[in-house]
């Protein structure tokens, strides 16, 4: 049974940073991202990596956001400076089941999803 915990969402104000984590259990997944969803929106993908090496990004998010993966933790992180209210929303972490070398960002190519964590931005 997969597992996908997300962690570390918060509160905060315009221009700072968080850091959310997510925790995969069994087996380490080369292909995993982060997404997004606001309310009355739908779900869109914010940064995908492959083996933590090759990343994409929502133009939205790039320059801001880095996702990067602990193999040995089985830990996927996104490290979000320079927030702004538009970045709130609740974030959740995906895992592809199946390798590929493209870091999608659609949910769609991705099998296994975590509860979400929520991230709040204020002005």
């Known amino acids: 049974q997969v597992q996908l915990v997300e962690s570390g969402g918060g509160s905060v104000q315009a221009g700072g940073s968080l850091r959310l984590s997510c925790l995969a259990s069994?087996?380490?997944?080369?292909?995993m991202g982060w997404f997004r969803q606001a309310p009355g929106k739908e779900r869109e993908g914010v940064a995908g990596?492959?083996?933590?090496?090759?990343?994409r990004y929502a133009g939205s998010v790039q320059g801001r956001f880095t996702i990067s993966k602990d193999i040995a933790k089985k830990t996927l992180y996104l490290q979000m400076n320079s927030l702004k209210p538009e970045d709130t929303a609740m974030y959740f972490c995906?895992?592809?089941?199946?390798?590929?070398?493209?870091?999608?960002?659609?949910?769609?190519?991705?099998?296994?999803w975590g509860q979400g964590t929520q991230v709040t931005v204020s002005s």
């Open positions: 069994g087996k380490n997944y080369a292909n």
């Open positions: 990596t492959v083996s933590g090496t090759t990343a």
């Open positions: 995906a895992a592809r089941s199946t390798y590929t070398a493209w870091a999608f960002l659609e949910s769609r190519e991705y099998d296994y």
